[in-house]
């Protein structure tokens, strides 16, 4: 039988067209992108699994005749698959256009031809038509409807690939606001997306999978560019002898503030400190006057992770927040080795970083990094190109086999290391510690610790959420918690708590969920500070932030929870740099030592929410004013203030 023409016509126009993105992490598919497009309608769906939490993520669009859309809608994928409640809408209407948000009142905004309607997240899709709207605009910009603009940027133009396989690839690098963190996208020769930016989760074209490591150099070479270029406008320039004149000195070995202070910096050493009149100030110094402000050592974030865009903007959002050294905790290797050895040489504004090596295990749940590892000869071997690469420590993660954990704390161990981590699944926070952990992170762990059998029943769950569920009926002055922080106390663990997360629903950026009783959990977080500090067991701070914005938070935690803010001060510089062993060099300001050197408007010794006002940020002898360090950073407004200014993919790791 034959099929009639018209018939033949109607099938033709009806079938969809799909196209697949493959989600990459480290080499390995972490989920998918599907676009499906079937006569005036286009649906996205987004789905990829990053530890146990990810992007769910289905986006609808109406179309016009010319393929612009006319509507569209954002809703999460539910776990059985199907499609939840609209999480954001929009429609066009000749020039104007309706948004809502949730199941918000509409607001309604005009629309002119330089005008990007779209919605405001969701997928890569979305960020490659942004760009390639951008892209024909006259001057690469545009507002958005809603508020706010972007601009877009080619940042390189070329090639990839052999024979058949060449195709060009131009990447675009789009900046919204007044950030100076744009994000990266990958245009193909028809404007499509092929790829998005180096990152630990990658969106790439299915079958275009080899061209990563090629895209990955290109991105690089510009990133590492633009950073030093930044670190140049950043900068104050000085002869090389810098004083700091009259100021209240924070002693930080002592605990205690010197008033009437002077302190002389050459190069990046300190070579003299005492009193006004017994300090004579060199010839052609710069001269900073610290009349009525402190002086003190820059600040440790202990916890911090590297991204791509740390070199450019987020390092320099740290040093804003008086952050003159970095402990990174799990970042790719490349780009951490990167910016460690380049900003020892003076060539980036970054605090200085302290390297701590990153080890997973298999499974659908690991981490993104690429040290995962299912043997006894893949664990050594990744212990050990750490150790040549000089890192200074071992995090192990959430699913490293608990066969594992005696061989790479024996290899740490060897190499001089630290060794710390999550506690991997199947392990007790006790048995972790007789096996070589001398730090724990994450003080949510020391909930979760009680409650085994909830990490698989009755499903799979995070440890973050267990101790969200658990930690607002939990008695931190229970037996067992007593026992426990009395073998944490004879063993010298410490902990790095990261309270900034949990306290106050920070909790739900790690994938945990906000808590029914958020104050109770909060009040039992700041008992565990308490108590953690009465026996004695070292606090560690750190953010697990790659720009350090919440540093000050985290200390704030500790003030409350009754601890003196000298002692909080000290924690945040000499013990972590005693920590580390770094403590001949690092941690306090002494003639002889490094000179990482913060200049705040108050007294943060008294109050510790007078680190808002800092003013001058010195490392190593590189001197910073932080309003230039915001301007270059982008930050327009106090960088204290910001929550988060990482994807949640940062935290809790």
């Known amino acids: 039988m034959l099929i009639p023409a018209l018939l033949l016509s109607v099938l033709a126009q009806s079938a969809p ?29 987004f789905i990829y699994t990053d530890r146990n939490r990810g992007a769910r993520v289905e986006t609808r669009y109406r179309l016009g005749r010319d393929g612009v859309p006319l509507g569209g809608e954002q809703r999460p994928v539910l776990a059985d698959g199907t499609s939840g409640d609209v999480a954001e809408r929009f429609e066009v209407a000749g020039d104007s256009v309706r948004l809502s948000i949730g199941s918000g009142n509409p607001a309604t905004s005009a629309r002119t031809a330089n005008t990007y309607v779209g919605l405001r997240g969701g997928t890569p899709w979305e960020a490659a038509a942004l760009a390639r709207f951008l892209l024909t605009q006259p001057d690469r910009s545009a507002s958005l409807a809603g508020g706010g603009s972007a601009r ?49 989760f990658i969106t790439v074209r299915a079958g275009s999978e080899a061209l990563l490591p090629a895209l990955r150099a290109v991105e690089l070479r510009w990133r590492d560019a633009r950073g030093e270029a930044v670190a140049k406008e950043a900068r104050t320039p000085t002869p090389g002898v810098i004083v700091i004149r009259n100021g209240d000195l924070f002693d930080a070995e002592a605990g205690v503030v010197r008033t009437g202070q002077t302190v002389v910096v050459l190069g990046d050493r300190i070579v003299a400190i005492g009193a006004n009149d017994a300090v004579p100030v060199p010839a052609g110094a710069t ?53 460690r050895d380049r900003e020892r040489a003076g060539k980036l504004a970054s605090p200085r970083v302290i390297l701590g090596g990153f080890i997973e295990g298999p499974l659908a749940w690991a981490g993104p990094s690429a040290a995962v590892v299912s043997t006894e000869a893949e664990a050594k071997a990744w212990v050990t190109k750490y150790a040549e690469l000089g890192y200074k420590q071992i995090k192990l993660y959430n699913i490293v086999h608990p066969d594992l954990v005696p061989v790479i704390a024996a290899e740490a161990k060897r190499h001089g290391m630290l060794l710390s981590g999550h506690i991997p699944r199947g392990m007790s926070i006790e048995a972790a510690v007789t096996l070589g952990y001398d730090e724990i992170q994450h003080a949510a762990f020391l909930f979760s610790n009680f409650f085994p ?56 950026v790690v994938g945990a969920g906000g808590s029914r009783d958020q104050q109770r959990g909060d009040s039992a977080y700041l008992n565990l500070i308490r108590r953690l500090h009465a026996h004695g067991i070292p606090l560690i701070a750190g953010t697990d932030n790659s720009a350090g914005t919440t540093i000050r938070r985290e200390l704030e935690m500790y003030e409350l929870a009754g601890i003196p803010p000298a002692e909080v001060l000290q924690i945040a510089t000499i013990n972590a740099a005693r920590f580390m062993r770094d403590e001949k060099d690092y941690g306090s300001i002494s003639v002889g030592k490094v000179a990482d050197i913060i200049v705040v408007r108050g007294k943060p010794a008294e109050r510790i929410g007078d680190l808002t006002g800092i003013e001058t940020v010195i490392r190593g002898g590189r001197l910073y004013q932080v309003s230039d360090l915001q301007r270059a950073g982008g930050m327009r407004m106090a960088t204290q203030a910001t929550r988060r200014a990482t994807p949640p993919a940062s935290g809790g790791r």
């Open 17 to 45: 067209d799909t196209t697949t993105w493959t989600v990459d992490n480290h080499g390995r598919k972490a989920g998918e992108m599907t676009v499906v497009t079937r006569g005036d309608s286009l649906t996205v769906r």
């Open 152 to 200: 877009a940027e080619i940042v390189a133009d070329t090639t990839l690939g052999s024979g058949a396989a060449r195709r060009r690839a131009r990447l675009v690098m789009v900046t919204r606001g007044a950030t100076a963190n744009p994000e990266a996208i990958w245009l193909d020769e028809r404007g499509s997306l092929l790829a998005t930016g180096a990152n630990w």
């Open 287 to 339: 001269v900073i006057d610290a009349t009525g402000k402190t002086v003190m050592p820059g600040l440790w974030d202990m916890h911090a992770h590297l991204q791509v865009a740390n070199q450019g903007a987020l390092s320099l959002i740290q040093l804003a927040n008086g952050i003159t050294t970095i402990r990174d905790l799990a970042a790719d290797v490349d780009v951490a080795v990167s910016q």
């Open 453 to 508: 059998d909830s990490l698989y029943l009755p499903r799979m769950r995070a440890y973050s959420q267990v101790a969200t569920a658990v930690a607002p009926n939990f008695d931190v002055f229970s037996p067992p918690m007593t026992k426990l922080l009395d073998f944490l106390k004879a063993h010298g663990t410490a902990v790095d708590g990261t309270f900034n997360l949990w306290i106050g629903g920070g909790a739900s």
